[in-house]
Every structure is written in C-alpha cells, then in structure tokens.
C-alpha cells in the first residue's frame, strides 16, 4: 500500500488544519504537508510540488471545495481530493463526488478519515499503475520498440494527412525512403546484438538532421522514412544528401572491428496530383532501389519514365504473382523429349522438363516470371518445387525406377549457394522412390563459372549419389573450355544460338564442332538445343552430335 508522505491541505482555519493532523498522527500517519487558503496559494502549491493527497474544507471565504477539485484535476487528474467539512448538504456532498471529489467526511466524525485515506491511496496507486499501463500501450502503439523512433503505422497515417492536404491546398511535402546498405553485414558476421545496436545509433544521427515539422520513422528492418512537411524538391534533395553523407561518416565499431555504412534513398514529391499514400510509398521504395542499383550511397527521385524503375515496378508484380503460385499450386511442368542422333546413344527417352505457371489469361513462360525471380531471391524456391514436382512424377509413372532414360531438371545458381539443398535432394529422392541415375540436373556456363568452388562441390556431391550433371547454354564463352578439366559433367547442351544458324553462318558451325569435340575428348555426351528442322538434325548427326533438341525434334508440353 502507498504511504500518505505529502499532504495538501486547503482550510481557512489552522485550528481546524492542526485537528485533522492531529488525528492522521493518531493513526500512525505523519506526512509533510502544506497548508493554503485560497486560490493563488493552491495553484502555486499544485505547480510546485507533486501531492499523494489533497485534503480540503467545503466552505471557505471567496473559495470553496468545488474550485480546488477543479484546480487539482486540472493538474493532476488521477490526485485523490477528499472534502472534511463541518457543513455540507447531501445534495452539495452528491455534486462534489460528481465533480471528482473520492469522499466527503464531517468534521465532528473525523474516525472515518484514516479508511478512507487508507482506501484513496490504495485505489489511487491503482489508478496511476493503469495509467501508465495505458500510457505505454499507447506509446507502443505508435513507436518502434528499438529505436523508439515512430512506428510504419504511425508514418503511414501522417502520409496519409500530407497527402490530403497536398490535395487541398496545392502545397508540396517530400518522402523520402532510406536502406542501410551494410546492415546485412553487420548482422551476418556479428549477430543481431550489433545489429540492432547499429539501428539505435542511425536513429539518433537522423533524428539530429531531420526538421522539428518533419517526421521520422523505422520502417521495418533496416528501412527508414522521413516525410519532408513544405518542401520542395531541391530543398528535399538537400536534406536527403545531408543524411547519406552523415550515416557515411559514421563509424560504427563492434568489438575492435569497423564498419563502413551508407544509405540509399528514395525520394517522392507529394501534390495535388498525387492520388494514394499506397502509391507514394510503392514509388519510393521503387526509388530507393534504384539508389541501390545504381551504387548505394546515392538518392534517386521518383521518376515516372525511368527504365529501371519501370523495370522494377514489373518485377515486383512478378514476386507477388510467384508468392501466389508457391502457395497455391500454380507451378506446373511441361516436358521436351529429346532425339538421339547416334547409335551408340544410350537407350531410353532423354527429355528436359521446364516449369510454368498458370495465369488468370492462360500459361505463363518463365522468361516472363523468372528474372523477377532472380532480382528477388525466389529462384531457390521455385527450383524446390520443380525437383518435388518432377520427383513425383517419375515416381508416379514409374520412369524413375526404369533401367534406362536420363531427365534433365534446371537449377539456377542461386539454388547452388543454397548449402540445404543438396540435403532436401536426398529427402526427396527417397520420399519418392526413384534411382538418382535417372535424374541430370542441369545448369548455365555462366552461373557455374561465376560460382566454381560451389559449383564443383555440389556436382561432386551430386554425382556421388548417382545423379548426373549438364552444363547448359555451352560455348557462350569460349574462354570456359579449360573449366572443363575442373567440372565434372557429364553432357554438354551446346548454346542454341550456335545450332540455330549453322547451315548459313559457318562461324557458328566451326563453334558447334569444336563444343562437341572438345566434350567428346573430355569424355562427355553432347546436346544441340534449337534444333528447328531436319536439314539442322541431319548435319548435327553428320558431325557427331549425341543429342539433338528443339522444336524441330518436339515441341514441349504438359506432362500427363
């Protein structure tokens, strides 16, 4: 229970004042306290000092119980006022109450003053602890509980009031829209401590550049939001450079070890045109990226025609669009059977299954969705749900428990870097019951040379499980002919853009002999893909080719 340590009393009688403290002692209760009389004396003692209670008469000389209520809820709305009378009516007791007053008790029963103190502070104590309760929940609900800058919810209904009266009143305001380009650093090698020590630190080195009008917000993660009240665009470039160039100037040390930092930022111009906060904030992170394109460290203002950002905007439909098709089985396979051009081939169907994805207006290829895949990190697992898919399906059909046939399945490289894959390969495989000879996983020259020491690890692991390997779209950089030595493939697909033209072109027909020599001579089937007539089929065969594939062999179609 609280302790009653400071009193306020309000009384024109210091007799009175000394009766009343005269029987607090009596109950074991001696607090400071302050007498005053009217209502100069009381406003002064209310603004001075905090009081756990305030204890006053009803009828004073040009004063009265009513005032100090008022006074003191004024104040200190949660402060209990108990009124100790001589005189009051019961219809006067009733209005006290109503104005705020706990209690009201009659000078000759002062016994009931020391419960009712008792209970007022207990009550009081209460109040106050689900004041602050409410007080933080609120402030909670509005700031970010790291850095306790404003909350996205929180900024996203200041926009929204921008916006409005941009609307309104053709003025103009700014947002801009920040990345801490090294925070995924930071957090890697030294753990989330440093991280969120490191987002404190940007918080406050805003804070200090952004205009008291303005707002500042954590976005979520490493993001950042300032709306710019009244501004015009050189004055919001300004402002934007000033904050890129003191992150950069920041050091941030964890444990004896620096880092370096930078933003990125997004900068939108709010007016009267400007139709939605969705479309502001879509804009600016559209921005942002393209600061980060093109070399971090840099703003980049919202620019309707721009090619990049045009380019990203349809990348990013593409991502929602592939979270869609994830979640709900719109992937699906078609397959492209391939010829044998020789008779020495091995026995069996050779074909390559390729991934699509259903659409509201019918089949969608993947050179539409895969790119935005690729800038957005969903490649990994798209090529998850292809291996499942085509994992199911030779078990289904029995082909992949067969003596014969080879099924080829396209990874990216990001799917390489993926160090559980080759892990989920071996779940899947026997989830599914089929033979790992069965299967070639395949993948592009370029995305293998990029990541070799990954690439060799994998197709090591890969093969010693009995699965084959391909290296695909071969020949698109002559100089990888020595990576051969260091790759363990076992087919090569020759770049269709050699095979297309090679009865016309015999640059291209030198390139596509020299591909299959070269792989025959390191012990390797080879493949032409784009083969598109026969006349292409037959001079294929005449110069050795395994493999043919294309349209001119099959066109690719649903599995059934």
């Known amino acids: 229970m609280s302790e009653l340590k400071r009193l306020l009393l309000v009384d024109d009688s210091e007799d009175d004042a000394f009766l009343l403290l005269r029987e607090l002692a009596r109950g074991g209760l001696k607090p400071k306290h302050r007498l005053v009389s ?222 370096a930092l930078s933003l990125s930022v997004g900068l939108v111009m709010i007016g009267h045109e400007t139709s939605s906060t969705t479309e502001i904030l879509k804009q600016a992170d559209l921005a942002c990226y393209a600061a980060k394109d093109r070399g971090r460290n840099n703003v980049q203002v919202y620019q309707e025609d721009d090619h990049d950002m045009k380019q990203r905007q349809n990348d990013m439909h593409w991502t929602s669009g592939i979270h869609d098709a994830l979640q709900n089985g719109h992937f699906f396979l078609h397959q492209q059977p391939m010829a044998a051009l020789q008779a020495s081939c091995e026995e069996g169907l050779h074909a390559e299954f390729l991934v699509r994805m259903r659409g509201k207006d019918g089949i969608i290829y993947p050179g539409a969705f895969i790119p935005a895949a690729e800038r957005f990190g969903l490649m990994g697992k798209i090529d998850r749900r292809v291996i499942e898919m085509v994992f199911q399906y030779l078990d289904r059909t029995g082909l992949g428990r067969q003596d014969t046939g080879t099924y080829f399945i396209n990874l990216s490289g990001t799917s390489l870097g993926d160090g559980e894959l080759f892990t989920f390969i071996r779940y899947i495989v026997q989830r599914y019951r089929i033979r790992p000879e069965r299967v070639c996983f395949e993948i592009t020259e370029t995305a293998a040379i990029a990541n070799l020491n990954t690439t060799v690890g994998f197709i090591h692991d890969i093969r010693e499980d009995g699965f084959k390997f391909a290296l695909d779209d071969f020949g698109s950089g002559m100089s990888s002919f020595s990576y051969l030595k260091t790759l363990p493939v076992d087919y090569l697909k020759i770049d269709g853009s050699f095979v297309r033209n090679l009865l016309e072109n015999p640059i291209d027909l030198g390139i596509v002999d020299a591909c299959n020599r070269i792989g025959h001579a390191a012990g390797l089937k080879t493949i032409a893909e784009f083969v598109e007539n026969n006349a292409v089929r037959e001079r294929l065969t005449e110069i050795g080719l395994d493999y043919a594939q294309g349209f001119g062999i099959a066109r690719p179609g649903p599995v059934d």
């Open 38 to 259: 009217d209502e100069r004396s009381l406003r002064d003692a209310l603004q001075r000092d905090d009081w756990d209670m305030v204890i006053t008469d009803h009828n004073m000389p040009g004063f009265s119980s009513e005032l100090t209520i008022a006074m003191t809820r004024e104040r200190f709305p949660e402060l209990p006022v108990i009124i100790v009378s001589g005189t009051i009516g019961e219809e006067v007791a009733v209005n006290a109450m109503k104005a705020g007053a706990q209690d009201y008790i009659m000078k000759d029963n002062l016994s009931r003053l020391i419960p009712a103190i008792n209970r007022e502070l207990k009550e009081s104590h209460v109040r106050k602890a689900k004041l602050e309760a409410e007080t933080t929940l609120a402030h909670m609900a509005y700031h970010d509980s790291l850095t306790d800058l404003l909350n996205r919810r929180e900024f996203e209904r200041r926009l929204t009031a921008l916006v409005e009266e941009a609307q309104a009143h053709h003025c103009t305001h700014a947002v801009l829209y920040l990345d801490l380009d090294q925070f995924k650093i930071v957090n890697d090698t030294c753990g989330h401590g440093a991280g969120d020590e490191l987002l404190k630190q940007i918080g406050v080195i805003l804070a200090r550049l952004v205009r008291s009008d303005d707002t500042l917000a954590r976005l979520g993660g490493d993001e950042f939001g300032v709306l710019l009240y009244r501004c015009d665009e050189s004055q919001a470039i300004g402002i934007a450079q000033s904050l890129c160039e003191a992150v950069r100037d920041h050091r941030f040390i964890w444990h004896n070890r620096p880092f």
